[in-house]
């Protein structure tokens, strides 16, 4: 890329902390991870070819940068028959986290399919390769997960009854 | 009333921005995080920042060497970058710290406190006669002026008035680098990078300050 690397950051950035969200919930390995992808991007920048579709490489790399930081927290886990008090990392169900609780709650391949397909814009095949399956398996996970999602928003506003 | 948010098959951006807030932090504070390990990493090849002045908001941007950039808005400050990027280095990112010395220098001259820049250079944007000329100006002191003739003839090319005249034009560091200190013999203001409003400023700080 022959373009500032800033501009990325700027127009990619939401997206790319959407699907770290979704994929890690939001918290701090959603954050380690989409900082993790970004240095990636920096340290590559100037190698990249100018026709490369940003966004969806992005996305890619956040994929791997999420499994780095899910193994991560698997190898530092101890295992211990004394269960200290420990911060959600799938973010805090006291805290108003909205949508983002009901994908968390999502099963995890229509959670990895609304991350990658629905949130960071992949085509079907190519979530599919991220993360297994056929690309209609994924067209069927995502799917499923937005009507979930669509089913909890209207719960939602049935048991809280109130405006939006 | 209720207003059950419906799901589209496909997001626009705004769609996504509307059902999918992103939590907080947000992205201010992942975004200075990400600087200073990018930073530390030695991966910030230009850093930029703006700041506000009487002539207008400027863009400084510095290299690990020094200031290599001091940009006028009407220059059109994305256009500077992506000359930056071109020219210097495509890792391009705003780091306002590494501009910090420069920011409060500006901002000492710009009250009348400062008379000198005392700041590293980088000069990767100049080259030749250009850059031969550009680093003459400071010798020009402050408040004072030279005609674009006298500095053709001390760079030992009496001739050159015209290439004078470019090289001042095309000056990567104004302010710092003082070319709104050259005129025309007459005394006319001649050109300026920021325009004419932001020479004549320079130029009544300087004798009034």
Redesign the interface.
């Known amino acids: 890329?022959?373009?500032?690397?800033?501009t990325a950051?700027q127009r990619h950035?939401?997206?790319v902390?959407?699907v770290c969200?979704?994929v890690l919930g939001?918290?701090p390995d959603a954050?380690d991870a989409?900082?993790e992808t970004?240095?990636a991007a920096?340290?590559s920048?100037?190698d990249l070819a100018e026709d490369t579709n940003l966004e969806a490489w992005l996305v890619r790399v956040a994929h791997r940068k999420a499994i780095d930081v899910t193994r991560r927290r698997a190898r530092h886990a101890v295992p211990t028959d004394d269960l200290p008090e420990q911060a959600s990392r799938r973010?805090n169900p006291g805290r108003d986290?909205?949508?983002?609780t009901a994908v968390a709650a999502l099963p995890e391949r229509q959670r990895l399919a609304v991350a990658y397909h629905?949130?960071g814009g992949l085509p079907h095949a190519e979530t599919a390769a991220l993360i297994g399956g056929s690309a209609e398996a994924v067209r069927r996970a995502s799917a499923d997960g937005?009507r979930a999602?669509?089913r909890s928003?209207?719960a939602g506003?049935d048991t809280e009854?109130?405006?939006? | 009333?209720?207003?059950?948010?419906?799901?589209p098959?496909h997001?626009t951006t705004s769609e996504?921005?509307a059902?999918?807030?992103?939590?907080d932090p947000?992205?201010a504070g992942?975004?200075a995080?990400?600087v200073q390990?990018?930073d530390d990493?030695g991966?910030v090849e230009?850093a930029?920042r703006t700041l506000d002045t009487p002539v207008g908001p400027l863009l400084l941007a510095a290299t690990a060497q020094g200031l290599v950039r001091v940009a006028f808005e009407r220059e059109d400050f994305d256009a500077v970058?992506?000359a930056?990027?071109?020219r210097v280095?495509?890792?391009?990112?705003?780091a306002p710290r590494r501009l910090d010395e420069a920011a409060v220098e500006l901002e000492e001259y710009f009250t009348g406190t400062r008379r000198r820049f005392d700041l590293p250079l980088d000069r990767a944007l100049s080259t030749g006669f250009r850059e031969k000329v550009q680093r003459v100006l400071p010798r020009i002191d402050y408040g004072s002026t030279r005609s674009y003739k006298e500095i053709a003839e001390l760079v030992g090319s009496p001739r050159a008035v015209r290439a004078v005249g470019t090289a001042c034009a095309t000056n990567p560091l104004p302010i710092v680098v003082p070319c709104h200190r050259v005129l025309r013999t007459d005394g006319a203001l001649g050109g300026y990078v920021g325009g004419l409003d932001a020479k004549t400023a320079l130029l009544t700080l300087e004798r009034t300050a």
Do not use: H, N
């Open positions: 890329m022959k373009t500032p690397y800033e950051v950035g939401p997206t902390l959407r969200c979704a939001p918290g954050e989409w900082a970004f240095l920096l340290t920048w100037p973010g986290d909205g949508v983002w629905y949130l937005i999602l669509r928003f209207a506003d009854g109130a405006a939006r | 009333m209720t207003d059950t948010p419906s799901l098959e997001l996504r921005e059902l999918f807030p992103l939590p947000a992205l992942l975004r995080r990400l390990q990018a990493a991966l230009v930029y970058l992506a930056l990027a071109s280095s495509p890792r391009v990112l705003e």
